[in-house]
């Protein structure tokens, strides 16, 4: 019995043929750049009749590719670094590449081991980094040094070798200023995060220069460092002040998960937000919305960061050497967390504890 005669795939050739066009138009058309919208509706319905598909492991290969980027973060349960991971994932999808993710401290510890072992096997074409930090520079050099193109977003201390994405800080701090002083507030305390953070003294100098427009002056004995961005820390300095009678009225937390961690504790001591003090985080990641009271935020466009670092990344593939600084701005998401400053006649207040307040469920 003779065999059936198996049909040829459709090659690149086979379509450019069917359509009357190029091969160089459809190879165009394919990867996404410039043909006219006439040409571009034809190739499509041809492609589908034929039903054509390209081979990404032998397009990659041809161009010296492994077809998989890298992104780098000291752990992927971040909420900040979910959102901007969604964006990334999102450009993706419209690319012939897959996602290789590594959480820096997976394992409670820092190791860089395998991301070094990326590089030093070529295994990516490209290296997405969250929040690089001066522990992070061996990656850096080593990628530098493979010619791996690399794209920095929001690092924590200063990047001139690479493209960096990063936030306007100083701009959201004034944001701050501006909301809490329209709500009548002029006793404001600020907490930051580790005190290397770029962010958070970003943020701060933008509080500071923000109130000084409006002639309030952030006293620095009200200002203070939780040391990490973690919930846990912003509940530790919330036990603190809170444990004293309290002199201020707003309380701005340098990021949404350390106001969280201080909302959780006001909560438990029965402290009531914003009737005794308004609370106010940065990043404007999801759960804010949950809490309660809801979280005032500045927050950043994460998702859009996460597309434009996954682009900026193929530029640099395809067009390496170029080093840029692409700046977002920061919007303010007004919520129940913040309210009129209460009166305080110029003294410390000494808060009224609920007994079993309860816990939130945040």
């Not at 980094?129 to 201390?157: G, M, N």
């Not at 290397?196 to 004995?221: C, T």
């Not at 985080?281 to 809490?291: E, M, Q, S, Y």
């Amino acid at each position: 019995m003779a065999r059936p005669v198996r049909a040829k795939k459709p090659t690149i050739a086979t379509v450019a043929e069917k359509a009357g066009v190029a091969v160089s138009t459809v190879s165009r058309f394919l990867n996404g750049h410039y043909v006219s919208a006439t040409v571009r509706e034809r190739l499509a319905v041809v492609i589908a009749d034929l039903g054509y598909s390209r081979s990404w492991t032998a397009r990659n290969l041809s161009l010296g590719l492994r077809g998989s980027v890298g992104v780098l973060v000291d752990s992927s349960d971040d909420p900040w670094f979910v959102q901007l991971l969604l964006g990334i994932e999102e450009e993706l999808s419209t690319r012939d590449s897959s996602l290789m993710l590594s959480s820096l401290e997976l394992l409670g510890r820092y190791d860089p081991a395998r991301v070094l072992d990326w590089i030093r096997g070529h295994r990516v074409d490209g290296l997405i980094v969250a929040k690089s930090q001066r522990r992070d520079r061996p990656i850096l050099r080593a990628a530098l040094e493979a010619r791996l193109p690399i794209v920095a977003v929001v690092p924590d201390e200063t990047a001139t070798d690479v493209p960096v994405l990063q936030c306007n800080n100083v701009e959201a701090g004034t944001i701050v200023a501006d909301h809490l002083v329209a709500l009548g507030h002029t006793r404001i305390a600020f907490a930051g995060g580790p005190p290397h953070s770029i962010d958070s003294k970003h943020r701060l100098r933008g509080l500071r220069e923000g109130l000084a427009r409006h002639g309030v002056r952030l006293d620095p004995v009200r200002v203070y460092s939780c040391g990490s961005w973690e919930l846990e820390a912003g509940a530790a300095f919330a036990q603190t002040l809170l444990g004293s009678p309290l002199d201020v009225t707003a309380v701005v937390m340098a990021n949404d998960a350390l106001a969280v961690g201080f909302l959780r504790v006001a909560h438990e001591r029965g402290v009531h937000v914003p009737r005794d003090v308004s609370v106010v985080g940065f990043d404007g990641v999801p759960f804010g919305a949950l809490t309660w009271p809801s979280l005032t935020t500045v927050a950043q466009p994460m998702r859009e960061m996460g597309r434009v670092a996954c682009r900026r990344l193929f530029d640099a593939i395809t067009d390496p050497g170029r080093v840029e600084r692409i700046q977002f701005r920061m919007h303010l998401i007004a919520r129940e967390s913040t309210g009129p400053a209460p009166a305080i006649a110029g003294q410390p207040r000494q808060l009224r504890v609920v007994a079993d307040a309860g816990k939130p469920d945040v």
